[in-house]
């Protein structure tokens, strides 16, 4: 599914060129379940980003189902994250003006689905996640384990390959934390996606298959996490 | 899901879209009430200036003088006047031109009439009615006439002179002057008598043509006691006085102070076939500049003024609020423009660098710069909708307000005889007296132009479509790692 060969990503940080990631070399199949973990500022969400489209490498490839990503457009990154790939951010990153089915329904948006047709597969979506009648509710009257639910809702609703989740517990309690990765992996085995899962958490990281370690830009792989 | 997300951003970041369209309202509003206040000022000029140059008139045409045709000349023959004694007593009344104003021909008024543009024209001859009552000193009784001033050779002082007015051989004169404007009988949309009422009398009619009938201009006629049907002696002629005629409009009387026929007057000053004043009415207010300068080009030597060069004098607090309006008004609306664009460009600008997150997660989710883009303008053009609607309600209000307060302003405007005042050979002519000029005070009223009330909605989408612009460039220069990287 995605091969990345020598990819490298430089920013110009305030002591001079920074290699956020340096020379990674993977191969991630269809369907795995993987965690990556790492010190704060080691080049996990970069190379989170890298996998999710957001951005491109500064050299190297990096190839999604043969195609190559660093020759697209942005505009066809875009409708390639908007067709492929689901987002679950940290702070979840739900628009707080529209209603829980309305955030849900913003990443069909992009697909061009007409509005009923959206608004049903928006409700459907929630539902799977246990928040069907939270629907109308804004995030704010949401708790942070609903606002999560809501977020996963809008990363499956289009139902992408991948599934990559920045940090997805990083803001939630211990109870919450387990009920959100149960529900990541629940999707997981019932949907068949590939889920990527950056984090800092060893017990959401023993929940995967495998376990990628990013240091200082570098990427090794543990067999056992 | 556009309109979903565009009202939820207005409504739930209110504080935000009042202040923006807060700004372009008062900014609007202004615009409205300067455009109104501009329009009843320029209302009110074309009032004083109506009742002066006739109602309809868009041009008005006059020629100067030659040089060499001089002023006025009032010349006493060694016949003139009755003897009674040592005095002569002496009564002369002419109608000459008025001086410094040259003759406008038929064919140059012809040449006039065929300009494009032309919708009618009506050609008037302004005259001067000078009458001279007055005793002079007999010229036999005069030792000094033809001889020596000085003492005769024997050294004796001529005889002091003797009779005329003071017996002394003094003279004592009566010069009564008014202006005579030589007129067609017909009916009349432009021109001097088009903005008239009949007070008393009736008006001129075809019958009138080569008779001696005059109307009087009722100023002229309360002042001195002239009724409809009295006698009037113009150039040595009596005048049957037909109507006294007011002025209908605000101007205080109407532009000259008696009115003949078009071809009496020009037979009593020996100016047949001759005119003094051509009043033009235009096909459309825009092409006023046009016309002059195809009349100027076709028949040289005219001077052709427009109603905007006519406004120019207009004086008094009218002529104030005027330059107020339109220079300090004119500039504070685009300042306070300027302003209102400037703060919503800012506050959109800051609303998306605030927004970095939802948009960086928007891009994530696979929105397009485009729609990112949309719904930023879209937003943008909306507040300044809302903003350019309040400001026309503001602007009418302010409309209303100035309405009812309904300000006061007095106009002086030089009462051209010529027809132009300030003008070469006008009243502003070497050796005239100025004097006469006529002050109004009128009411200001300010006016809304429907059109206004679409230049301020463009006004409107233009700020909003500067700002959705600068906010929208913002949003569209956003990448979606950077933004996500800002935060997480």
Redesign the interface.
């Known amino acids: 599914m995605y091969f990345l060969s020598e990819v490298t990503k430089t920013y110009k940080g305030k002591r001079g060129l920074v290699n956020a990631v340096d020379g990674i070399n993977l191969e991630i199949k269809q369907g795995e379940m993987i965690s990556i973990q790492g010190p704060t500022g080691g080049g996990k969400?970069?190379l989170l980003?890298l996998l999710?489209a957001?951005?491109k490498p500064t050299s190297g490839s990096v190839v999604f189902e043969d195609q190559a990503m660093q020759g697209m457009s942005?505009?066809d990154l875009?409708?390639f994250?908007?067709?492929k790939?689901g987002?679950v951010?940290?702070?979840f990153?739900l628009?707080?003006?529209?209603t829980a089915l309305?955030n849900v329904?913003?990443?069909l948006?992009?697909?061009g689905i007409e509005?009923g047709e959206?608004a049903r597969c928006a409700l459907e979506a929630l539902e799977s996640v246990g928040l069907g009648d939270r629907a109308t509710h804004l995030p704010s009257e949401l708790s942070g384990g609903q606002q999560q639910r809501v977020a996963i809702a809008?990363?499956i609703v289009?139902e992408p390959s991948v599934l990559l989740a920045?940090?997805p517990t990083g803001n939630l309690d211990e109870a919450t934390r387990d009920e959100i990765v149960g529900l990541l992996v629940k999707l997981w085995k019932d949907k068949g996606i590939t889920l990527i899962v950056v984090t800092h958490d060893s017990q959401i990281a023993k929940k995967t298959q495998r376990h990628l370690n990013i240091k200082d830009g570098k990427l090794t792989e543990n067999s056992a996490a | 899901m556009f309109f979903t997300y565009l009202g939820r951003e207005l409504t739930k970041r209110k504080r935000q879209s009042a202040l923006v369209a807060t700004g372009l309202a008062i900014a609007i509003a202004l615009v409205v009430v300067v455009n109104a206040v501009s329009g009843g000022i320029k209302s009110a000029q074309t009032q004083a200036l109506s009742g002066l140059y006739g109602i309809g008139t868009d041009i008005s045409v006059s020629k100067e003088a030659e040089p060499g045709q001089g002023g006025p000349r009032f010349d006493v023959g060694s016949a003139d006047g009755k003897t009674s004694g040592t005095k002569r007593t002496f009564s002369k009344s002419q109608l000459r031109s008025e001086p410094f104003i040259g003759t406008i021909t038929e064919t140059e008024l012809a040449k006039v009439k065929s300009v494009a543009g032309v919708t009618a024209s009506i050609a008037t001859l302004k005259l001067n009615s000078i009458t001279f009552n007055g005793t002079l000193p007999t010229f036999s009784q005069d030792g000094s006439r033809g001889g020596p001033v000085g003492p005769d050779q024997d050294g004796n002082m001529p005889a002091p002179p003797t009779g005329g007015s003071d017996g002394a051989g003094g003279s004592s004169f009566d010069v009564t002057t008014f202006t005579v404007e030589g007129v067609g009988v017909s009916l009349q949309k432009i021109g001097p008598l088009a903005s008239v009422d009949v007070e008393s009398g009736r008006n001129f009619a075809a019958a009138d043509e080569g008779t001696y009938v005059a109307l009087v201009d009722s100023s002229y006629a309360s002042t001195n006691s002239v009724l409809a049907g009295d006698k009037l002696t113009i150039g040595g002629k009596k005048f049957t006085v037909v109507g006294i005629v007011a002025s209908n409009s605000t101007a205080a009387s109407t532009p000259s102070n008696v009115y003949i026929p078009i071809d009496v007057a020009q037979a009593l000053s020996s100016n047949s076939g001759v005119y003094s004043n051509v009043y033009v009415s235009a096909d459309s207010s825009a092409n006023l500049e046009t016309i002059k300068a195809a009349i100027e080009k076709k028949v040289p030597g005219l001077t052709v003024k427009t109603s905007s060069d006519l406004a120019s004098t207009v004086g008094g607090s009218l002529a104030t609020a005027s330059s107020l309006v339109n220079d300090m008004g004119g500039w504070l609306s685009i300042i306070v423009l300027l302003a209102a664009f400037g703060t919503s460009i800012l506050f959109t600008t800051s609303g998306v660098n605030r927004r970095i997150r939802e948009f960086g997660t928007l891009k994530a989710i696979g929105w397009r710069s485009r729609r990112v883009v949309g719904q930023v303008v879209g937003e943008s053009l909306v507040n300044g909708l809302i903003g350019g609607v309040a400001g026309i309600g503001l602007g009418l209000a302010g409309v209303w307000a100035v309405n009812n307060w309904a300000p006061s302003l007095s106009a002086t405007v030089a009462r051209a005889t010529n027809g132009f005042a300030g003008g070469p050979g006008g009243f502003g002519g070497p050796g005239r007296d100025n004097a006469a000029a006529a002050a109004l005070n009128l009411t200001l009223h300010a006016s809304i132009d429907p059109a206004m009330i679409f230049v301020a909605i463009g006004f409107s989408v233009l700020g909003g479509l500067l700002a959705g612009a600068f906010g929208g460039l913002r949003a569209a220069r956003l990448s979606p790692s950077v933004a996500l990287r800002s935060f997480e």
């Open positions: 969400s970069t980003q999710g957001l951005d942005d505009r875009a409708d994250r908007s067709k790939i987002f951010f940290q702070s990153n628009i707080p003006t529209l309305e329904e913003m990443a948006v992009p697909l509005r959206r809008r990363a289009k920045d940090e």
